[in-house]
Structure formats: structure tokens, C-alpha cells
């Protein structure tokens, strides 16, 4: 069990790129979820999927933002044409059952030039 | 919506010390969950305790435990003997039973001196 792993670590964009950043879960897990923590806050919710399919997404997530999980295994969350205000840390969590604690992985943190 | 409300922005102690650290939170709900996190700096966020709502008794973990009291919509966290890797910003969470997303305060960042 190597945890909840994302990738990249650190992302720096010019505003208006495009980013993707991967999250593999825990392998056992069904649940997964992103968050965004930006600085001197909590993490906010950001969606949800059980398996491969999406749940619950927040209003935080705009239409320039879309998450997959297509096998029900790793995810993908994408940003397009990236503004300053996406600055932050991205959390990805995972979960066995909906009563089993999150675990986090170690976030990408994403940097808009 | 829930929210939840973390008073303390920073607080310190002493090595060895005893500190409580605060959290209350609103919801209609009866059934939920209430979690504490640690996340150390430039470190991944750790769970270090949970309560759930229906249960009375208070939850402990080790040098970890909490005052939950229902009624009062309060969750605070107690760390007994503590210890410089204690030092990290504390996060109080809510989660209703049937939704799976975590509702987070803003942290306190506790400081633990030698």
C-alpha cells in the first residue's frame, strides 16, 4: 500500500494554458475525491466519483474544469485556459466505503504566471 | 449548508504541554461525522481522530482525544504530551452520513516550542 498518490508535485503555467494533473488512490479504494486548498484555507470540495462514475460536483467547478475516472482506478483532473485565480494546492483523497476515513495524497500545487 | 468554524488561527505550547484546540460547527443533520487533520508543512494532510455523532463516547488516539458535545455543536481536540511533530496546521472536518464530501474550517496552525 503506497497511499494516495498525485502527480506532478508542482505545476507552473502561463495564464491561459491548459494543466492535467493524476491521482492513483489507494488500490482497494472505490472513492475518490478532489479538493482545492488555497493558501490560509481549508480544502474545498471540488467532486467525487465511486468508481468511474462523477457523483457530486461543486458549484467551485467551472466549466473550464473537468475530472474523469475512466477505469474506475486512477484520475485526471483538467483546467483549461487557466486563470490567476486557480492558483492552489489540488487534493486528491480516496476512500473504501463512504463510512472509512479520506486519505490525501501530497497535492499538486499549481502556479499561474 | 454545514459549516464549520475553527476560532484559533495560531496557537503554541510548550514541549510536554497539554493544548485544546477548538472547533464548532452547524447542521441540521443528526446523523454525520467529525474528523480532525493534521497537515504538517509541505506535508500530506493525516487523519488523527474521528467521532461519530451517534455514538456518546468520546473518541481517543493515544496522546489524541476530543470533546465532543452534541448539543453544543462542538468539537475540540485535545493533544496531551506534546510533542515537536505535533507542530502543523489543524484542520477541524464535517461530514453529513449520506454525502461524501468533507467540509472543512480554516485551520489552526499550532506551534509546539522546546
Known amino acids: 500500500d503506497t497511499g494516495v498518490s498525485q502527480d506532478p508535485r508542482h505545476k507552473i503555467t502561463k495564464r491561459g494554458q491548459n494543466v492535467t494533473f493524476r491521482c492513483d488512490p489507494i488500490?482497494?479504494?472505490?472513492?475518490l475525491y478532489w479538493y482545492r486548498q488555497t493558501l490560509g484555507q481549508g480544502p474545498e470540495f471540488l467532486t467525487y466519483?465511486?468508481?468511474?462514475?462523477?457523483?457530486?460536483k461543486s458549484r467551485l467547478l467551472s466549466d473550464r474544469f473537468s475530472a474523469e475516472r475512466p477505469k474506475g482506478s486512477f484520475s485526471t483532473l483538467e483546467i483549461q485556459r487557466t486563470e490567476q485565480g486557480d492558483s492552489a494546492m489540488y487534493l486528491c483523497?480516496?476512500?473504501?466505503?463512504?463510512?472509512?476515513?479520506?486519505?490525501f495524497g501530497d497535492g499538486t500545487r499549481l502556479s499561474i504566471l | 449548508a454545514q459549516t464549520v468554524t475553527q476560532s484559533q488561527p495560531e496557537m503554541s505550547v510548550q514541549e510536554a504541554e497539554t493544548v485544546t484546540l477548538s472547533c464548532t460547527y452547524d447542521?441540521?443533520?443528526?446523523?454525520?461525522?467529525l474528523f480532525w487533520y493534521k497537515q504538517p508543512p509541505s506535508r500530506q494532510m493525516i487523519l488523527v481522530i474521528r467521532?461519530?455523532?451517534?455514538?456518546?463516547q468520546n473518541a481517543t488516539e493515544n496522546r489524541f482525544s476530543v470533546n465532543f458535545q452534541k448539543a453544543a455543536k462542538s468539537f475540540s481536540l485535545k493533544i496531551s504530551d506534546s510533542q515537536l511533530g505535533d507542530t502543523a496546521m489543524y484542520f477541524c472536518?464535517?461530514?453529513?452520513?449520506?454525502?461524501?464530501?468533507?467540509?472543512f474550517g480554516k485551520g489552526t496552525k499550532l506551534t509546539v516550542n522546546p
Open positions: 483523497a480516496s476512500s473504501g466505503t463512504s463510512n472509512q476515513p479520506q486519505h
Open positions: 488500490s482497494e479504494h472505490n472513492r
Open positions: 466519483f465511486q468508481n468511474e462514475a462523477q457523483l457530486e
Open positions: 447542521t441540521s443533520e443528526n446523523n454525520y461525522y
Open positions: 467521532q461519530e455523532a451517534y455514538k456518546q
Open positions: 472536518a464535517f461530514m453529513k452520513q449520506e454525502v461524501k464530501k468533507l467540509v
